[in-house]
């Protein structure tokens, strides 16, 4: 994804999209998405969706009033989006991410007439902010604040939209039976529904009027 819209590469073609209606973001749907420029902010991914006809079609879909996000981000253009720093000193939350993992249970399930032991998993997505926890209790150590995830609500869709959105090009498996988490160096497919999926579903929880509570 880059500020121009989606780039697709196929051998030794580029080509760079901007859907127009639901029907042809739709075609897109499926598509893997590798990464997202270095200087992708989530209000080009605004701009992006606000481009599409009756784009609230897929409010639904994406378990919010996808018209009232889009909506409350405000007076955007990638001028401003360029010219702008991504995040001030003072602010906490310096970028945005989404990161995948699988959640593994090792169990006994019945298949037919035979007993088999499976690996249960799902796959769980995330998308949230990431920076530093200034209230931590070691905030003030020598190394600086720790830094980890922070939930957006403390950030209005106006902030949000100038902060830099990236994909972690790792993936990490967690047992359900509470011991740690390991972390692969490894991508993990993500289409860009998911993508759309992930960033809306998180925000509905703190949206005004959202499709599903």
Known sequence: MVPEGLKFVIGEQE?????????????YWYWPVGATDKDYRFGHLVL????????GMLGGMLACNLDEFLDAAGPLSSDELRSRPTAPESQAIRFLQIDTG???NESERNI????TTLPLYHV??????WGSWIDAPDADSPEGSPE????LT???????SHLE???????????????????LPAGMELTLGDLLQVIFLELSWFSADPVIE
């Open 165 to 183: 959105l990236r994909l972690h090009d790792h993936f990490w498996i967690k047992p359900l039976n509470n011991e740690a988490p390991v972390e």
């Open 48 to 55: 992006l969706l606000r481009g599409v006809r009756d784009i």
């Open 148 to 151: 980890g995830k922070i939930g």
């Open 112 to 115: 037919g007439s035979s007993l």
């Open 15 to 27: 080509r760079t999209v901007r859907p127009q209606s639901v029907p042809e973001l739709l075609t």
């Open 102 to 104: 699988i959640l593994v």
């Open 124 to 129: 769980s997505r995330n998308f949230a902010g």
């Open 154 to 160: 403390i950030l209005s869709m106006p902030e949000i």
